[in-house]
Nanobody, 114 residues
Framework: QEQLVESGGGLVQAGGSLNLSCAAS????????MGWYRQAPGKQRELVAT???????NTADSVKGRFTISRDNAKNTVYLQMNGLKPEDTAVYYC????????WGQGTQVTVSS
């Protein structure tokens, strides 16, 4: 069964840190792109960061310098280290994998209190 399992969300005070992880299982095709998106209440889902097989990253301007994406190909896992969190980072965070098709995680809530 193909699935993505996320972990690491939670409640943190402004200025704090969280580390999200997302592990894929049951996907037999090579995964090209891994990434993270987020969706805040009443807003559209937006890109946070992606990382391609060769390590090329694409990071949203709103999180540059604070968030770092990385991946472990052997474990089919993508990580998002989030530092300097702000209340506006509050959202449900979804991991995203693209192989022969797209895969999405179930979402993990990140709440940043002021």
């Amino acid at each position: 069964q193909e699935q993505l399992v996320e972990s690491g969300g939670g409640l943190v005070q402004a200025g704090g840190s969280l580390n999200l992880s997302c592990a894929a299982s049951g996907i037999s095709f090579s995964i090209n792109t891994m990434g993270w998106y987020r969706q805040a209440p009443g807003k559209q889902r937006e890109l946070v960061a992606t990382i391609r097989t060769g390590g090329i990253t694409n990071t949203a301007d709103s999180v540059k310098g604070r968030f770092t994406i990385s991946r472990d190909n052997a474990k089919n896992t993508v990580y998002l280290q989030m530092n300097g969190l702000k209340p506006e980072d509050t959202a449900v965070y979804y991991c995203y994998f693209r192989a022969i098709r797209e895969y999405w995680g179930q979402g993990t809530q990140v709440t940043v209190s002021s």
